[in-house]
Structures are given as C-alpha cells and as structure tokens.
C-alpha cells in the first residue's frame, strides 16, 4: 500500500471523530435543555427586595420644600420589574399656590420611577372648599396620578361632588394645577349655584 493511502485513511477517520463528537455534544446539550434538575432552575418570580409598614415618602420641589406626600400602611418594592406597591395609599399635594388635594385607595402601584401611581379600590379624591369654592370629592375604583403634574385620570365610571351639586360619567380627567375637570362619557349631573361671598 501507498503512504498517500494511509495519510487519506487517518484524516477520514480523523474526521468521521470530529463528527461523532460535535454529534454528541449537540445531543447532551438538548437532554440537558429538557431535563434540568429542580434545584438549578432559575427564579424568574418579582420577588420584594425592600418593605416598610407605616411610610411616609415626601417629594420636594425645586427650591427644596415639600410638595407632595405619600404615606401607606404597607409598601413593597420589587427589583426586577422596578415598581412600588402600596396598601392603603394616601396620596396628599402640599404645593401652598394650589389647593390641597388628598387621594386614597385600598391598593397603589407606582411605576416609571414613581412618577405615575395606579390606584385600585374605593379610590377617592377629596379637595376641602374655600372661601370661595365649595368642597369637591371624585370616587371611582380606579385612576392613574401624575403627581408631578398634579393630574388624576381614569377610564372607569366616576361620581363628582362639589358642594351640594352631583356629577356621574365615564372617565375623567382632574387638573388641579389648572383647576380642570373634564367628565368623558355618559356626563349626567344635577347642578346647585352656591354663591359664596369672599
């Protein structure tokens, strides 16, 4: 036999291994993806990385003095999807230019860096009157807060009381700043002039 021979020889044989193993490997690569063992699967669940019973969280605004408030009886913060959860919510503006308005609900979840908060359950507004304005009140069962901007929104059936006059509707949108409200939907209300002299 010729040397060409064997050299032809030990290189198909050379390669018929390498197949043989990246075969293998493949095939242990697959068994392992369909039988991985209980104890090294991976925790994918948003687990609380921080808790506080009683908070209270304060917001200042640019020339460092308190502009918002938020307090709850239970709050969790979870890591991976980077949202707070609140229980018991209370949400108060403290901007002395504006009105005050207070905000509570059974259940709140700040998300965007807290700069929106979802409030469910029982979620009521309440703006106590003036010398010139009566008081006012919104209940619905859920809104979004925009606290930065002092905007309350909701797509939900809502009830508006101010003083003794009575709003219902679909969805609304609260501006405090701009002292707005605008009812969406399905508007019916009875309204009461209340003259207030200053």
Do not use: C, K
């Amino acid at each position: 036999m010729n040397p060409r021979f064997y050299d032809r020889l030990a290189a198909a044989v050379s390669i018929g291994l390498l197949l043989m193993l990246a075969a293998g490997s493949y095939y242990l690569a697959e068994i392992a993806q369909r039988f991985v063992m209980p104890g090294l699967v991976q925790d994918t669940a948003d687990i609380a990385d921080a808790f506080g019973e009683n908070v209270l969280l304060l917001r200042l605004n640019d020339r460092g003095e308190p502009a918002f408030r938020m307090s709850a009886d239970r709050m969790e913060h979870f890591r991976r999807s980077d949202t707070t959860r609140y229980t018991r919510p209370t949400m108060v503006s403290l901007d002395p230019a504006q009105p005050r308005v207070t905000v509570t609900a059974l259940r709140g979840q700040s998300v965007r860096e807290s700069q929106e908060t979802i409030l469910e359950g029982s979620v009521q507004l309440d703006r106590p009157g003036t010398a010139i304005d009566p008081p006012m009140q919104i209940r619905t069962e859920f809104a979004r807060v925009f606290s930065d901007r002092e905007v309350a929104v909701t797509d939900r059936p809502v009830v508006v009381t101010r003083g003794q006059s009575t709003l219902t509707g679909t969805g609304m949108e609260f501006n405090n700043r701009a002292r707005t409200l605008r009812v969406d939907a399905e508007a019916r209300g009875v309204w009461v002039s209340e003259r207030r002299n200053p």
